[in-house]
């Protein structure tokens, strides 16, 4: 079983957090930076995949993370990826941008719906403190919200009750 770990990051928490997660997850492959994936059918050669993404383009209805996963949404819609697990983490800013906290996550996530996949790592919305975000669908964010410019001392814990899920979630981990 392959599970692959991509990211894009401006200013590299978002890498921070990948590697991180590795760490946490024996079963992963090393992060790899979306910046050096040339073709992402690459993403079919694994079984599962979990996506880091920073959310930049406040307010934007699309192209939000304002990093190499914009330019690769339409690709990954046109892919085959039946019967493989994505989860989606997202890096962003409850304080300052609380009425677009993380909102790049949704993005992702409807891509990746439209391209067949099994959408896993959801996490209940009530432990967090914002206005808005795109990225909820009923009382979960679409994937695993964290705030190190506000809140980075409760990413320890949520990356590892996020890990933990995932292991149930995710064959392989
Ligand atoms: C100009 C600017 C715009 C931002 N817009 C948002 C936003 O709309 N929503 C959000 O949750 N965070 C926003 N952030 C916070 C970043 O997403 C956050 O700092 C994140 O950790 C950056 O990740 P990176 O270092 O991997 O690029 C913004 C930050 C800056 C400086």
């Not at 669908?137 to 899920?165: A, K, V, Y």
Request: with cysteine; charged share 25%.
């Amino acid at each position: 079983m392959s599970v692959g770990i991509y990211f894009a990051t401006t200013t590299g928490k978002t890498e921070d957090i990948a590697e991180r997660i590795h760490g946490m997850l024996s079963g992963t492959e090393v992060p790899k930076d979306l910046a050096d994936v040339d073709d992402v059918i690459e993403f079919c050669s694994h079984e599962s995949i979990i996506c880091g993404v920073p959310t930049w383009n406040t307010g934007a209805d699309s192209e939000r993370s304002g990093t190499a996963w914009d330019s690769m949404l339409e690709e990954i819609s046109e892919l085959s990826l039946n019967e493989k697990k994505v989860a989606i983490f997202g890096l962003g800013d409850s304080s300052t941008y609380t009425e677009n906290f993380c909102d790049a996550m949704e993005e992702l996530h409807s891509h990746f719906l439209k391209a067949g996949a099994t959408m896993v790592g959801y996490v209940d919305k009530s432990s967090y403190t914002f206005e808005e975000s795109k990225s909820v669908i009923g009382d979960s964010f679409c994937g695993l919200p964290l705030d190190e410019d506000s809140e980075s001392d409760m990413t320890d814990e949520r990356i590892l009750n996020w890990c933990t899920q995932l292991k149930s979630e995710i064959p392989g981990l």
